[in-house]
């Protein structure tokens, strides 16, 4: 009877309370987090942008506009070691355009001063061959030196130089690109031997070269290898644009910020992959740097992080004759990317005043190109976090974003954009040293993992969920002694509105909140969470304490090898468990290869 009783009392339960506890089921996200497996020894975040794309010779940006220095002051860390890079270095557009001036080199080398960033610029000042000038090169080099010397009183800054940015791919521009940017890269050098050479596009996914089966990228290097003497490329980036489906540009409706965070339905698996291709990315740049020796030890970066989106069409509406020549430009050197109607061909014309009205909308980029930035929203921005976790997690060191200011502040009126506060939030309370997180349903509420300089242990959580619903995250961590109180930081969308383009408020902050190595924690809606778990990394060593790194039993030149992997990755700082760590510091130095010499077979 009492077995029958029972049986009625948990079935009355299962179907009173069912529903409820399905429910309870889908609000909960299981979060796994190992901190012993690192993925990134130093991610320094966004590390370079431009600071402008300028079509016209009077639209100068006031440098010295207080209020743009308190928003750079705001975004850029003011005790970031290295400096953050920003670069200026504007796009061609089309032949003539206009360049970088002296007064702005000098201008932007003084904002960098105030706001504590480090300026990166090119030798080649927009200007493909053959219209390059050896000693137009020689004197912009030799000015950023001088200068940089008299505004910062040392020789650590400036270091950093663009070279060829992203190359056309007509079929000439092999050849002429590869002399270049080795003429530009030598000169640079001579002047500044410290100087690092960064390099755009360089790489064997790049556009091909027409009327081949090569890429520009591999043609580029490949015929920089065989040039003496070598230049070596410090900085390899290709571009990754997160590509966030067809969304109708013509409605307007691509600021859409809850068509940006939905993985839901069929759109889940294609996006997924989307978001997991920096992975690809990164692995096989590494293995194809390896074939050249200029860029065998290059550090491998991305050139853009800011999602997009295709539409329909978008529309090149001719402002001026400047936008005349740039589409008539962009009409002649990517054929196939550009679509034009019905005898509205911009090269026919040779000022906005020769082209009839039927034609003032007709410069089209098709709807199957990315087209739109969709970082102006708080939809935008909060990808713009799970972009950030996913890139560092890919094995990125820096990223480096297209219109560092005008994407992140409007340079005209100082004003931040969305982006600015979910990057700030990243920047202030998130580590550098990226471990392995993963979320069991990272379409609603992904998670990344990082240590920070004290070896805490950091989480970030971003509630991704388009209908503004709390999820609970069940939160489990390996290999981690953690203290039983932390701290969350909480950045909330406004009005809870992905679409507003408004920034936020204060990042609140919760102390002593329960935390340990298994515990739930309730992030809101439209909001993302980064918590503070105080405590240590426990290394769990096999028996090694004699030089075995490899637990085979045999102390040999395996372990020699083990050690020289840790050693590169450690370089004898405290940054966590290596199995050639054979005194159990937590770093690898000479130390430990002194106890395999002393213990070796």
Not at 39 to 56: A, C, H, M, V
Not at 365 to 379: A, E, K, M, S, Y
Request: charged share 25%.
């Amino acid at each position: 009877m009492i077995k029958k009783i029972i049986i009625f009392f948990f079935t009355l339960i299962f179907l009173v309370g069912g529903s409820k506890l399905k429910v309870l089921a889908q609000e909960t996200v299981n979060i796994q987090i190992n901190p012993h497996q690192i993925l990134n020894e130093d991610f320094t975040q966004i590390k370079g942008g431009y600071i402008s794309e300028r079509y016209d010779p009077n639209s100068l940006i006031d440098l010295s506009n207080p209020s743009l220095i308190d928003s750079l002051k705001y975004l850029i860390s003011q005790d970031a070691d290295p400096p953050t890079l920003i670069l200026t270095n504007y796009y061609l557009m089309y032949p003539g355009s206009p360049v970088l001036e002296d007064n702005e080199v000098k201008a932007l080398i003084r904002l960098c001063k105030e706001v504590n960033c480090d300026p990166i610029f090119s030798p080649i000042s927009g200007m493909p061959p053959p219209y390059s000038d050896p000693n137009k090169m020689r004197a912009r080099v030799q000015l950023v030196k001088d200068e940089c010397q008299r505004v910062f009183g040392d020789n650590k800054h400036c270091l950093h130089w663009t070279i060829g940015g992203e190359p056309p791919t007509t079929a000439d521009n092999c050849p002429g690109w590869a002399n270049l940017i080795h003429q530009a890269g030598l000169i640079v050098k001579d002047i500044i031997p410290e100087a690092k050479i960064h390099a755009l596009e360089l790489f064997e996914y790049a556009a091909k070269v027409r009327g081949t089966d090569e890429t520009v990228g591999e043609c580029i290097i490949r015929q920089l290898n065989e040039k003496t003497p070598k230049l070596k490329i410090d900085y390899l980036k290709t571009h990754w644009y997160p590509y966030l489906g067809e969304l109708d540009i013509r409605n307007r409706t691509y600021t859409d910020g809850n068509k940006l965070l939905s993985w839901e339905g069929d759109s889940l698996s294609p996006r997924l992959r989307r978001m997991l291709y920096p992975y690809d990315v990164v692995r096989d740049m590494k293995l194809w740097a390896q074939k050249y020796e200029v860029s065998r030890e290059a550090e491998i970066g991305f050139g853009e992080v800011l999602p997009w989106a295709a539409g329909q069409e978008y529309g090149g509406i001719y402002q001026d004759d400047d936008v005349v020549k740039g589409c008539c430009w962009l009409k002649q050197n990517y054929k196939g990317d550009l679509t034009l109607y019905g005898g509205c061909d911009p090269c026919l014309y040779q000022s906005k005043a020769e082209i009839p009205s039927t034609c003032q909308n007709k410069c089209r980029v098709p709807g199957n190109f990315p087209t739109r930035r969709l970082h102006l929203t708080w939809g935008g921005a909060f990808w713009f976090l799970d972009e950030l976790g996913i890139s560092a997690e890919a094995g990125i060191k820096n990223i480096q974003i297209h219109t560092f200011v005008t994407s992140l502040v409007w340079p005209a009126d100082g004003k931040r954009s969305v982006v600015t506060e979910a990057y700030n939030f990243y920047n202030q309370y998130f580590g550098n040293t990226i471990v392995q997180s993963s979320s069991d349903q990272p379409e609603i509420l992904n998670s990344h993992a990082s240590l920070d300089k004290d070896g805490n242990l950091r989480v970030i959580l971003i509630n991704k969920d388009i209908n503004n619903r709390a999820k609970t995250a069940r939160i489990s961590i390996s290999g981690y002694q953690a203290q039983d109180k932390g701290e969350a930081y909480i950045l909330r969308v406004p009005n809870a509105d992905f679409n507003s383009e408004e920034p936020g408020g204060p990042i609140q902050t919760t102390s002593n909140i329960s935390v340990g190595t298994s515990f739930n924690y309730l992030v809101d809606g439209h909001a993302a969470v980064i918590i503070k778990i105080p405590g240590e990394v426990i290394c769990q060593w096999a028996n090694n304490t004699t030089g075995d790194a490899n637990g085979d039993g045999q102390i040999n030149i395996d372990d020699k090898n083990q050690w020289k992997t840790d050693f590169a990755q450690s370089l004898c700082k405290n940054r966590g468990c290596y199995s050639a760590d054979f005194d159990h510091d937590k770093k690898v130095c000479l130390s430990d290869l002194e106890i395999w010499r002393r213990s070796r077979n």
